[in-house]
């Protein structure tokens, strides 16, 4: 019998998801801003999206109804029209990650966002296994 225990407690090891990540704090990803007259350019945003990853349409989507600025992606960067402040950028940034990034259980990046059905969404954890539901947006 310990030998049929120690099986089944080996197979459930190898099913439990591969830990990811150096164990390392996160840091998040600096955001270059420019202006030109009423435009706000964030130059690294592609940049940003990657090191994030995810979608750069998720993240200017949410950057464009959090800040109630139509925006676009022009090659690598973002561009908005409005004057939109860099301590907003930032903050916005910040929320972005806390709630659609970061793992609700163990807190770290490694996530994906998983789409149950046309307006369910999920965030599933790859270091943890965890698994929260997200708003669309």
Do not use: W
């Amino acid at each position: 019998m310990d030998n049929e225990y120690l099986e089944l407690l080996e197979r459930l090891y190898q099913k439990l998801p591969k830990k990811s990540g150096t164990g390392e704090r996160f840091e998040p990803p600096k955001v270059e801003i420019s202006y030109i007259g009423n435009q706000t350019i964030i130059k690294n945003f592609i940049f940003i999206a990657d090191s994030l990853r995810r979608e750069p349409q998720h993240l200017l989507k949410f950057f464009t109804k959090e800040t109630a600025a139509p925006g676009n992606i022009s090659g690598k960067q973002a561009i908005f029209q409005s004057k939109i402040p860099a301590h907003i950028v930032n903050s916005k940034l910040e929320a972005y990650i806390k709630e659609f990034v970061l793992c609700k259980e163990c807190k770290r990046p490694d996530t994906k966002i998983i789409k149950k059905d046309k307006k369910l969404f999920s965030l599933k954890c790859e270091a943890c296994g965890a698994e929260t539901s997200i708003r669309s947006i």
